[in-house]
């Protein structure tokens, strides 16, 4: 079995809402609701209220005027009577059942109150209403500036908020405000209130040394203002939520909850946001002002409606006292669906949590005794927390299902509990003699605290984690990248991790050269294959046969400008398929000169030579990711390259797996089944496609089959363990791979006779845990980042990543991967996980084309170019069917998505039957130049005469699946389009069983 260390058992734990999971009732744990875990604890609000260091009495004519901690309430309305359901619900928080009226004045608050003081803790309560819907103003709190503020809550037009983030890396991402208010057209505006409400909170400056990187950054992205690093420099740090979302002419209850590690801001009892500071709440001179703010030496008007209760503790409240002040649980969890909708308990595909800015990232699965684990990073404010638009502030959340279908959520694995937690990081879970154990990366955010290691948690129920007492552990050298934990077959466990670049030797400019190899033909009649090509970003030379003219050999180069066009004159090849050849091509100056078994063959002279300061050798082709007829079909015994020009008689004395007098560059000799470069220059030598390495030599089909050779690889190390506490390191890698190949949060599982590794998204597969890895042959999982595959019952391997929306994080997506014998890699939809859909809709169409439907069959006539077919009334969030059967002649098929009338903008699958290629494409003006993007054309690697597919829109997600072992998953988003297209080009297509169905969920 593969990976059997995920075998955590599945945990029902008790909470506040049902769902029926296979059978048994099962709780839901809803971590945006205090106390949702359980039921609370029964305590009266007044005795809440009671301990409150300041406390606003809102009853009576005169309360707040005659209070010793009021200074001045000039223009306040006092002892205002409310509606009787107004008055029933203030007393049930502890009040009076009357408001102050702040229409006409503010209140200034006493110094001797002392609320202004340091906090290490502290809580708020208000409770009130803006009957004009009007949330543009200063609320309550001690402001006077950013860099003076001690605490403030405020109203502001979320239009008027900063419309972007700038990362550590000088990446511009947009802020939270831009992706609700500033795109009307955009898939998260809000058509609605443009207010947010906004807590905002004083802290000590951040570190010089963060300050010092955002300043970095700044420049690097070129912008005069970054708002986090202002934010960073005053010790700011901020909460917000849409009033749109609140209700803007409602009661409202506002906690604000600072326990250290966390600032919470609570809207009628419900977690709506999250920031994680450094440092205590610091004291401020300016004065607490109620209805009003100190701007400056200025004193500006602010909330102009009622407020009935105000409290502020310089301790974190109870989550039951949250409950308790704001209308108890019942009232909470329906607040919470008004506002937030319903948490997702079925089909969790493109599953996002709940909020206005909160996005999953880094997926983690396992399984064990029949129950799917989902481990996922949570981000907020698009990653701009803890003064870091990076990685602020992620914290690790768990679901689990028994059938795929139904989902429990659990509380937060590893949250955010100590101020030094930068934030949480990708990591692996293993079990050990019946205790859990979990891996990931930790870092701090204070230098003095250093961790040169990844930490570890445990648990005995697979629901709560202890950290580990003895931190950092395992300690592991570079960038701690996101473990993984492997067992091998017999019981021990590997625990690997992304390390430093493993580098070769420093390769000099290559301008005189020699390249050598010793070849066997399988082909005499192939055109174009290279043996040795030194190539960088598309320029090459390299020993090629049979280009320019058949059976000849040559000296390729890009676009053939440093080759011969004139070779009629040069012998043709005749050698038996079995006879070894030594070619060797030499480049001195000017000049090239060719050898064939050590006698001169041809040579001619180019104009200009290249020179290469960085470059990849490939062996096997004449340019690497080039044409079909790249590629060498034959055996390879021996090939070298040399950092000079070699004379004829050098040539000559150089044997096979020999070594010469003069030390070559790079060197393979195929002697070993993982070929590796013997001098020690390229520190990658990975296979391709099918090439394969046995008898001494390398072996190409020329089905795309090479060996590439590059100076910096990324690898995979590991650690061993027998009780998943005590590691060793091994040796050597477990992978390695090309630098150009991404590389992130790596896992390697086995599934039956193979090896496959997740690396970022490619896909790379070996026999054994050591490699040799080699790509998979069909890139498989789309647009996905950091997907990472888990088992389920039967066999079946089930895999979760997460599509990015506008930076780090966004929805979800689950795939089911499939595996031929010869252990190729398919993916399809997860069929338990299929949204839901409604009745079938009728196919209408425009007049001129009514006569291509007959029943569920439409017909695109393409012969004499581009012809598409409407249907009109389509859903925005709808799942498309059918099965297209195209003639001989077509050259391209596909349906148009939420396309505009004139079919000028939408997305638009293609497949091209001559190429057996698919691809999403946007059509926004021009389809010529959106269907001439190579990089979008993905190889089906067969294509069945009837092709099924299916493709769900979902919000902004269009998702398809083609002949039930292909994926292909893009964003798109036309509001206003309810059409789509169906389209033939070359030919005609009968489009079979077309099933237009809305989505339910």
Request: aromatic share 8%.
């Amino acid at each position: 079995m593969m990976k059997t260390t995920r075998r955590l058992a599945a945990m029902m734990i008790v909470a506040g809402m049902n769902v029926s999971i296979s059978g048994l009732w099962a709780e839901v744990v809803d971590y945006t609701i205090p106390s949702m875990d359980r039921e609370p604890e029964k305590i009266a609000p007044a005795v809440v209220l009671e301990d409150a260091v300041f406390r606003l009495n809102c009853a009576g004519e005169n309360a707040a005027a005659t209070s010793p901690a009021i200074a001045d309430a000039s223009g306040v309305e006092m002892g205002v009577s409310l509606t009787e359901d107004a008055t029933v619900r203030a007393r049930a928080r502890g009040g009076a059942g009357t408001a102050l009226d702040l229409a006409e004045g503010s209140i200034r608050v006493a110094p001797s109150a002392d609320v202004n003081r340091e906090h290490e803790t502290f809580s708020l309560y208000v409770r009130l209403r803006d009957p004009e819907g009007k949330w543009d103003y200063p609320i309550l709190g001690s402001y006077g500036s950013d860099e003076k503020v001690s605490f403030f809550l405020h109203a502001v037009d979320g239009r008027k908020k900063p419309q972007e983030n700038i990362n550590s890396g000088g990446a511009r991402l947009p802020s939270i405000a831009a992706m609700l208010f500033s795109e009307e057209d955009g898939v998260d505006y809000i058509d609605g209130h443009k207010s947010m409400i906004e807590f905002v909170i004083g802290l000590p400056r951040a570190p010089e040394y963060y300050l010092n990187r955002q300043t970095n950054a700044k420049k690097k992205a070129g912008v005069e203002t970054d708002h986090l690093l202002e934010d960073a420099r005053n010790g700011v740090m901020r909460v917000t939520f849409p009033v749109a979302w609140m209700g803007p002419k409602d009661w409202h209850d506002i906690v604000v909850r600072f326990t250290g590690p966390k600032l919470e801001l609570f809207v009628d009892g419900v977690l709506v946001d999250v920031e994680y500071p450094i440092g205590k709440m610091r004291p401020s001179e300016a004065p607490f002002l109620i209805g009003a703010a100190a701007v400056g030496e200025e004193v500006v008007k602010g909330f102009d409606g009622q407020l009935s209760h105000l409290a502020v503790w310089d301790r974190s409240l109870s989550d039951d006292e949250i409950l308790a002040l704001c209308g108890g649980k019942s009232h909470v969890v329906q607040r919470a669906e008004e506002m937030l909708g319903p948490v997702r308990t079925e089909r969790l595909q493109y599953f996002r949590p709940r909020g206005h800015n909160l996005k999953p990232g880094d997926c983690m699965p396992y399984y064990h005794d029949g129950t799917w684990h989902l481990l996922y990073l949570v981000l907020r404010g698009n990653m701009a927390r803890k003064w870091d638009s990076g990685h602020g502030g992620l914290e690790l959340h768990h679901a689990s299902s028994r059938d795929l279908v139904h989902w429990q959520h659990h509380p937060i694995m590893i949250p955010i509990s100590e101020q030094w937690m930068r934030w949480v990081g990708t990591g692996d879970t293993a079990i050990h003699d019946g205790e859990i154990f979990f891996y990931n990366h930790l870092p701090s955010w204070d230098p003095d605290r250093k961790f040169g290691g990844l930490q570890c948690f445990r648990s005995d129920d697979g629901i709560t984690f202890t950290k580990h007492d003895q931190s950092p552990y395992p300690e592991v050298p570079g960038w701690p990248g996101a473990p993984d934990i492997y067992e091998y077959p017999d019981g021990r466990y590997c625990m690997t991790y992304d390390a430093d670049l493993l580098r070769g030797k420093p390769l000099p400019t290559l301008r005189d050269k020699t390249l050598v190899a010793w070849v066997t033909l399988a082909d005499l009649d192939q055109r174009g294959g290279g043996l040795v090509t030194v190539e960088h970003e598309g320029q090459f030379d390299s020993l090629v046969f049979g280009e320019v003219r058949s059976r000849r050999w040559m000296a390729g180069s890009d676009r053939l400008l440093r080759t011969a066009r004139d070779q009629a004159g040069w012998p043709e090849e005749a050698v038996n398929p079995h006879e070894l050849v030594q070619m060797a091509a030499v480049y001195r100056g000017n000049q090239v000169v060719l050898y064939r078994n050590g006698r001169p063959y041809a040579q001619h002279e180019v104009n200009e030579p290249a020179a290469f300061s960085r470059y990849a050798i490939s062996i096997g082709t004449r340019v690497s990711d080039g044409p079909a007829n790249s590629y060498f079909r034959g055996s390879i015994e021996d090939a070298r390259v040399y950092a000079s020009a070699l004379s004829r008689e050098q040539i000559a004395a150089l044997k096979p797996n020999e070594p010469s007098a003069e030390t070559p560059l790079a060197w393979w000799d195929f002697e070993q089944e993982n070929p590796t470069d013997r001098v020690g220059t390229f520190a990658s030598s990975f296979l391709a496609g099918d090439a394969r390495v046995a008898d001494g030599r390398l072996h190409l089909s020329g089905d795309e089959s090479f060996l590439l050779a590059s100076s910096d690889a990324r690898q995979v190390r590991g650690l061993v363990s027998d009780d998943l506490m005590n590691w060793t390191p091994l040796d050597e890698p477990v992978a390695v791979i090309p630098s150009r190949f991404r590389l992130t949060c790596s896992q390697i599982f086995r599934w039956g006779d193979w090896h496959y590794m997740l690396a970022g998204n490619n896909v790379w597969q070996s026999r054994e845990f050591t490699g040799p890895w080699q790509p998979a042959d069909t890139f498989i999982l789309d647009a996905l980042k950091i997907p990472k595959a888990a088992p389920f019952r039967d066999g079946r391997m089930i895999a979760a990543g997460m599509m990015t929306h506008r930076g780090w994080g966004g929805d979800i997506v689950f795939r089911e991967l499939l595996q031929e014998e010869d252990g190729t890699l398919g993916a399809r939809f997860v069929p338990e996980m299929i949204p839901r859909t409604g009745e079938e809709l009728p196919l209408v169409t425009a007049s001129d084309s009514a006569g291509a439907i007959a029943g569920d069959t439409v017909t695109a006539n393409g012969a004499n170019g581009f012809h598409a077919i409407p249907l009109t009334g389509i859903p925005r969030d709808v799942r498309i069917t059918f099965q297209a059967v195209p003639d001989e002649n077509t050259t391209g098929f596909g349906v148009g998505l939420r396309s505009s009338p004139d079919n000028s903008r939408g997305l638009e699958l293609r497949v091209e039957p001559a190429r057996a290629t698919v691809g999403l494409f946007a059509v926004d003006g021009n389809r010529e130049n959106a269907n001439a993007a190579e990089d979008q054309r993905h190889r089906l690697g067969k294509l069945d005469a009837a092709l099924t597919i299916d493709i769900v829109c979902r919000r902004d997600i269009v998702d398809v699946e083609i002949g039930g072992r292909r994926t292909l998953i893009q964003r798109y988003w036309n509001p206003g389009s309810d059409r789509i297209y169906l389209f033939a080009e070359g030919g005609d297509v009968r489009f079979e069983g077309v099933r237009v169905r809305p989505l339910v969920e």
